[in-house]
């Protein structure tokens, strides 16, 4: 039954500009409905329009004032990490898993880092039910004491400050990377920023407007 609905979602992300078919694919290929707990339930008991909604192209609540994300933004935000199968990903802020497993079923070699330990857990089981190697650590993505090393791709999924995208640039981007951040611009305002890395030299650019929960340091009390 989700299938149907997936493969809306996945025409109605092609329709707002996503061109990329790896990223088309893997929307259309993943259930987006099984990452989140609130509807898994009532999926489960055949409660169709519950399970419908996890197929819109909007956020949607996961508990603890996070949402998953967008579809559209997810794959916008995929389409500029520029990835590739067997590259290694590391997302900041992976929440319930969804942005990992869209990452995981193009092949790329991803570790997840969430700071709320139940979303870890959920996380982890569903990327392991639907056979996904995916890594999701449970910590702070920013702190350097984590030891992830350095990645040629890193996504953060909170909306975050300049000096946020600074300090995952200086300790978790390798040379060539990308790194994909929204950041706070001011007024109420996101905007996704594109850092590129490559033999020393540095670039940036602006993209689009966006929404995204605030990323927060530090472990989160269970």
């Given amino acids: 039954m989700w299938k149907a609905w997936a493969e809306r979602l996945a025409e109605q992300v092609k329709v707002l500009g996503c061109g990329d078919p790896d990223v088309i694919s893997a929307i259309r290929e993943i259930p987006r409905h099984r990452f989140i707990e609130v509807l898994r339930e009532g999926a489960e008991e055949g409660d169709r329009r519950a399970l419908e909604q996890a197929y819109g ?27 590739r199968s067997g590259i290694r990903v590391l997302e900041v802020g992976s929440g319930c898993g969804y942005q990992c497993a869209v990452l995981g079923r193009m092949g790329c070699v991803v570790t997840g880092v969430e700071r709320i330990g139940r979303l870890v857990d959920w996380s982890r089981r569903v990327l392991g039910e639907l056979g996904l190697s ?42 060539p990377g990308i790194l994909v951040a929204p950041v706070d611009v001011g007024g109420g305002m996101q905007r996704v920023l594109v850092v590129n890395l490559e033999g020393g030299e540095r670039g940036e650019r602006w993209e689009d407007l966006c929404r995204f929960v605030p990323l927060v340091g530090g472990l989160a009390k269970d």
């Fill in 57 to 83: 192209d909007f956020p949607f609540p996961i508990g603890f004032g996070q949402t998953v994300s967008q579809p559209s933004m997810v794959a916008r935000m995929t389409h500029l990490l520029s990835v």
């Fill in 134 to 175: 995916v890594e999701v650590v449970h910590g702070d993505g920013l702190d350097p004491s984590l030891g992830l090393g350095r990645f040629p791709r890193v996504l953060i999924s909170a909306a975050c400050s300049k000096e946020d995208v600074e300090r995952a640039f200086g300790g978790l981007l390798s040379d």
